[in-house]
């Protein structure tokens, strides 16, 4: 019989979900938009897979072929049928609902923009930092990169749940879309502008890159400048939700209220 994951205890329900079997898998295809991953046994080439494959390709869903030994170990039912879904632990927001957000506050927008970060510790860390700094949302790609699942929620402390996410194809077409409604963006790169000496006042999007490569090389050409951490210790780099951490109450610290 197939079935939804049901030996998940409450709290790891509440932070993450999957849908085992070819049935559930379809049905949760037509009717649920929070789908981070549809996992797909590697060789599996019969009518009902390639169906459900194509269905997650119209809906720009990210669909990964891995060996039967990975899904067996995934499956909690034991009757994954070649096929597992991985919903959202949230419900992603358009990129507008954060500059609708921000007007709504009577703010200029503040957002973060994550090009590439894949350990879901540091996605989860940096979520938490952005919503206790009074970002009004983070932005991360579709492809390549962490998704919310259950470590990012835990890591998160809850903020994932109080904090507009926004999932996006192209992050370079996204700044470029966030300019014209009147945001510059900073890029955190060691060789950039001390913070201290750059304006990060106003609307303002703070771009974290990769925690090996940093910020790829066309996101970097989008933004406005590159800003770095001063930093006198004997190693060179900072972990990247620490680096965001910074900079979020930079932001702060150069946009709070004179007195």
């Known amino acids: 019989m197939e079935s939804t994951n049901t030996k998940k ?4 329900k509440q932070y993450e979900l999957m849908v085992e079997g070819r049935n559930p898998v379809t049905e949760a295809l037509k009717t649920n ?3 981070d991953k549809l996992y797909v046994q590697e060789g599996v080439h019969n009518g009902p897979l390639v169906t459900i494959i194509a269905m997650a390709k119209q809906k720009g869903i990210l669909v990964v072929a891995v060996p039967k030994e990975k899904l067996d ?11 597992i879904l ?41 979520i938490r930092s952005a919503n206790l700094a ?31 996410l926004a999932k996006v194809t192209n992050i370079a077409q996204t700044i470029d879309y966030l300019k014209e409604k009147g945001l510059w963006f900073a890029c955190a790169d060691m060789d950039g502008v001390p ?16 925690e090996g490569k940093g910020v790829s090389r066309i996101v970097k050409e989008k933004c406005d400048f590159t800003v770095s951490i001063p930093m006198k210790g004997d190693i060179d780099s900072l972990n990247a939700s620490v680096a965001a951490g910074i900079l979020a109450w930079e932001v702060v610290r150069q946009n709070r209220p004179a007195f």
Do not use: C, W
């Open 73 to 83: 170990a995934m499956s909690e039912t034991g009757h994954h049928q070649g096929v």
């Open 134 to 164: 009074g970002a009004h949302g983070v932005i991360i790609p579709k492809h390549r990169a962490a998704t919310v699942n259950a470590t990012v929620a835990k890591a998160s402390a809850g903020a994932v749940y109080h904090t507009l």
């Open 195 to 210: 913070m201290y000496d750059a304006n990060l006042k106003g609307a303002i999007g703070i771009v974290i890159g990769n």
């Open 33 to 35: 938009e929070n789908i």
């Open 9 to 12: 205890t409450n709290k790891e």
């Open 86 to 126: 991985n919903l959202s632990a949230v419900k992603y927001a358009e990129v507008d609902d954060i500059l609708k957000k921000a007007e709504e506050k009577n703010e200029k927008p503040f957002v973060f923009i994550l090009d590439g970060i894949e350990d879901p510790h540091n996605l989860g860390a940096i």
